[in-house]
């Protein structure tokens, strides 16, 4: 592949990542909004079970299509590092290694944080 390739193959890893944050960021305001109008207060638990199953699988698959966008991200990242003139964003993207591989720690953290928040607010913790 060439660098424009690589470069278009880039941006599509990128929007990979950002829109499967799209499903949880809504599930979330969903449940948030539904939190701060007491829908869930005097729930049965079963509903509140149901809550946090939903989020629980919303956030993994969208984890897990994040992560895996990343790691073919690292593999373009190493093929421009093969192609022999960069532009200057040929090489920008290059150097991006470290922060991809930062993405996913963080991805993953916030998840776990995020997912416990969620476990506490609808369990009324």
Do not use: C, H
């Not at 897990?64 to 192609?83: M, P, T």
């Amino acid at each position: 592949m060439n660098e424009l390739e690589l470069i278009k193959l880039w941006n599509q890893k990128r929007s990979q990542i950002i829109s499967a944050q799209m499903g949880p960021t809504v599930m979330l305001g969903v449940i948030v909004i539904a939190l701060s109008f007491g829908a869930l207060t005097d729930a049965p638990a079963a509903i509140s079970y149901l809550v946090i199953g939903v989020i629980a699988s919303t956030g993994l698959l969208a984890t897990i299509s994040q992560y895996a966008a990343i790691r073919e991200a690292e593999a373009l990242v190493k093929d421009l590092g093969n192609v022999a003139s960069l532009s200057a964003t040929g090489t920008v993207i290059k150097d991006s290694a470290s922060y991809l591989s930062m993405t996913k720690l963080v991805i993953v953290a916030l998840d776990v944080v995020v997912f416990v928040l969620v476990v506490m607010a609808v369990m009324g913790l």
